[in-house]
């Protein structure tokens, strides 16, 4: 890339086409390059890495106050980039950015994450990728949120991100003088304490709400959970290598060629 040629960037989320996170983080990435967005016609949270077979996806470009943003797949978030690298972008993109997704995404909440999914999809397609998240699910104000998201953006295209990692940013629903700084943080460890809630339909047949509470297991700044809720910017690196290399040595040790 040049220095005259503007970026191409990928805009993804999981909470459809509609979350005002979107909205901000294209209109803040449209400060740097050029913008295409392609995210699900309808929220799609905890999806995590799924996508759709045996159903056929549909896309549809979506206007909003009479203008044309983006476009819409009837599927996951992975769908969405997938379609988009095959059938909606002419090239490749200069970088993937999935967000700013309501909730945080750190710990445990990070595996289920379909807004870390598209941008761990990204990766695997070998284009560098972030995914952000901002620390509440109401009353979210994202001034500050897509302030640093072009601020990280603009950082990793000139550096250069690690191969194989996604970063997953993590921000706090407070004013830009309350926050504390930035940390560079390792994923936390958590467990969510279900909650799982059975009612009765008109026929009488049981059904389910899954809730709970996540019960952190980190209490340390190293960690994403604990940073943020001491008011820092929490960035992780993600790694698309699940393996426990660690393990591996231990496991050998089990003989089962005998």
């Known amino acids: 890339m040049t220095n005259r040629q503007k970026p191409r960037i990928l805009v993804c989320n999981d909470d459809g086409i509609d979350a005002e996170g979107l909205h901000v983080l294209s ?27 045996g159903v056929p996806l549909r896309v549809k ?30 090239e490749k993109p200069d970088i993937i950015v999935s967000g700013i997704n309501y909730g945080s995404n750190t710990a445990t909440n990070t595996l289920y994450s379909g807004t870390v999914g598209a941008a761990l999809e990204g990766v695997i397609q ?49 004013s830009e003088e309350e926050i504390r700084g930035v940390r560079i943080t390792a994923q936390g460890k958590s467990r969510w304490a279900e909650n799982t809630i059975e009612r009765d339909d008109m026929y009488g047949n049981p059904y389910y ?11 340390d700044i190293l960690y994403d959970e604990y940073a943020v809720r001491e008011n820092y910017i929490s960035v992780t690196p993600v790694s698309i290598d699940m393996t426990n290399h660690g393990a591996i040595k231990n496991i050998r040790r089990w003989k089962l060629n005998k």
């Open 27 to 53: 209109a803040s990435m449209k400060k740097i390059g050029s913008v295409t967005v392609v995210a699900p016609s309808e929220p799609r949270s905890g999806m995590g890495h799924a996508m759709t077979l």
């Open 61 to 90: 470009k979506y206007s909003r106050n009479s203008r044309f943003f983006g476009y819409t797949v009837s599927g996951t978030p992975v769908d969405c980039i997938k379609v988009a690298l095959s059938h909606i972008l002419p």
């Open 126 to 174: 070998r284009i560098p990728s972030i995914a952000f998240s901002i620390t509440t699910y109401e009353n979210a104000d994202f001034t500050y949120a897509g302030k640093f998201a072009r601020k990280l953006v603009r950082k990793a295209l000139r550096e250069g991100l690690p191969p194989d990692t996604v970063l997953s940013v993590n921000i706090p629903n407070i």
């Open 209 to 219: 709400w899954l809730s709970g509470e996540l019960q952190l297991l980190d209490d």
